[in-house]
């Protein structure tokens, strides 16, 4: 051995703490995207915990009932209909969601947040210039509020929301797509017609 394989050799004998050989156990996996192991309900679960602690929630509802707002929310349900579900008011869920940082298009869609976002009118004043009731300046206010708290937490909690029950969505219309279409190509060509 000359000189540099020598020196590198003490070097690797004083790192290793006298082992000859290092060997890195290796692990085997499929493809590079990470996937959480815990249920989606777990997931969830954590998701409004998270949220109860970090925001003072203005809500009665459970965790429980909390996460069947947010599954209702994904499936396009209503607040009327959820409330229903729920036995409450359909404006306690309005108040979930938003909780939730669940914002529906249609939440605010006939006046502008940012028109009124940093307005200090009073809701009389603001009622009158957009010609909406004071409760629906109040519904837009509490709109524009989770917004920009969604916001502050970089949309953390509504991206999260979205792996877990959009994804799984669009998952089950995939393979149920994927179902459909294997089912076409398996008998494609085939007689339906057929008398015994």
Known sequence: MNDKTEELRDIFTDVTDGE???????????????????????????????????????????????????????????DAEIADELGVEAAEVFEARLSLHLVGEDDADEVDLAAIRDREEDDTTLAAEYDVSEARIRRYRRVADAKDQSRAAND????????????????????????????EDAT?????????
């Open 156 to 183: 953390r909690y509504r991206d999260e929301f979205d792996s877990i029950l959009a994804d799984a969505d669009l998952s089950e219309r995939m393979t149920s797509d994927l179902r459909e279409d294997g089912l």
């Open 20 to 78: 000859e050989t290092v060997t890195e156990s290796q692990e085997n996996t499929r493809g590079s995207l990470e996937r959480d192991e815990r249920s989606d309900a777990d997931r969830l679960e954590s998701v409004v915990q998270q949220m109860r602690e970090r925001y003072e929630f203005e809500t009665e509802l459970s965790d429980d009932e909390l996460i069947r707002v947010a599954k209702a929310f994904y499936d396009g349900t209503s």
């Open 188 to 196: 494609e060509g085939m007689e339906t017609d057929v008398e015994f």
